[in-house]
């Protein structure tokens, strides 16, 4: 993945070939926000539009790379909310169960965990969903969610812990003792 | 001593595997005599593992489109959108079959043309909202299964004068 490189980009080749490098990920982390990957899919060409058009962080015809991403990032993340404000998730555990069958830890985790997790996620404030997706399912660190958040990252450890706390209150002894 | 008050705090630096090495032999040594801050941690424990193994079917949903729509295309959509739909796939796919003049696509984003062979190859063909505008979107087949190359194209920018016979410089791919 590029988004951490820093290279200049020379339109429209590199950029169209970032933004197609980039696609999959910027996907996988709407899916977590929204859990339709169709919606998923219209919000990340959302962002490409928006991208070409505006060309953020571009100067003299050239982007850097590192800019471009993080803007992309932040862009998807907040069309995610807008999305989510303009239409709760449908959360489809039948759905879940099936996509959760084909991942290494499905003898380790029971579906019905991952529903009541997914379910506690969506009571969580924006911010603090937005932070914890970033941190413990994209596996990002701090200062990289800081930069697509654009707040501090001292704020990022802050909603990470406090979106911990909450879902280990709302899920209460769920595999406590396991 | 350290007592639970000054270990509990700990957890979201063991969680994230940043404790120093002191921290570590710390927490070790307060876990090994405590059992509600090792009841604690174990929580801890069990809900990174629940978040990772969503985040990864989460994966395999954006990877397979595993989760369906909460409605049917037919019921999301107005039925003139579907039969605009169905018009511009039928005339995009009469322009990829037409012998000697490869249809001309206006790209609304990118500063290349679609040549006519790989509109003949397109895994799909459909009407793409983007906010409030429509566009059509071709999908490309990738050998990747994980690289998705898909052109967006202004439906009304769509003319049949004939092109050059140049190719354009092609979508994007990867190596």
Redesign the interface.
């Known amino acids: 993945m590029t988004d951490a490189c820093g290279e200049l980009l020379s ?3 590199d950029l ?2 970032l ?3 980039t ?2 990920r910027l ?2 982390l ?3 926000m929204v ?4 919606d ?1 899919e ?1 919000i990340v ?2 962002a ?2 928006l991208a ?2 505006d060309r953020p962080g571009s100067s003299h015809d050239s982007t850097t790379a590192v800019v471009l991403t993080s803007w992309l990032w932040r862009t998807v993340t907040n069309l995610c909310l807008n999305h989510r404000r303009r239409r709760r998730p ?1 959360l ?1 555990n039948a ?2 169960a ?3 069958a ?5 003898t ?2 029971a579906t019905e ?2 529903g009541r ?2 379910d506690a ?1 969506e009571t969580l404030p924006d911010q603090q969903r937005v932070a ?2 970033l ?4 596996q990002m660190e701090y200062p990289r969610i800081a930069q697509i958040m654009q707040i501090t990252e001292s704020a990022v ?1 802050a909603h ?2 406090q979106a ?1 706390q909450k ?2 209150r709302l ?1 209460g ?6 | 001593m350290t007592n639970c008050h000054d270990i509990q705090p700990l957890a979201d630096d063991w969680l994230d595997d940043s404790l120093t090495a002191s921290q570590r032999t710390e927490l070790e040594a307060h876990l090994a005599r405590c059992d509600a801050c090792r009841a604690f941690f174990r929580r801890c424990e069990r809900l990174a593992m629940q978040l990772v193994a969503l985040g990864d079917a989460a994966n395999v949903v954006a990877e397979t489109g595993a989760a369906p729509r909460t409605l049917p295309l037919w019921r999301r959509a107005a039925p003139w959108r579907i039969a605009a739909a169905i018009a511009l796939v039928a005339t995009a796919g009469w322009l990829a079959t037409r012998v000697g003049t490869p249809p001309r696509f206006a790209p609304s984003n990118m500063n290349s043309e679609l040549p006519r062979e790989s509109l003949g190859t397109a895994s799909e063909v459909r009407i793409a909202m983007l906010g409030k505008a429509e566009y059509l979107q071709v999908r490309l087949p990738s050998a990747d299964p994980h690289v998705h190359i898909v052109w967006l194209y202004e439906p009304m920018v769509l003319a049949a004068e004939p092109a050059s016979n140049e190719a354009g410089s092609g979508p994007p791919t990867l190596n």
């Open positions: 339109p429209p080749t169209a070939r933004l197609t490098e696609r999959p996907i996988r709407a899916v977590k859990w339709n990957r169709d998923a219209e060409q959302e490409f539009r070409l058009r449908e489809d759905a879940l099936t996509a959760h084909r991942t290494p830890h499905n380790l985790v965990e991952l997790l997914r996620i914890l997706v941190k413990t399912m994209e450890r990470v812990h911990r879902l280990m899920l002894g769920d595999g406590n003792e396991s």
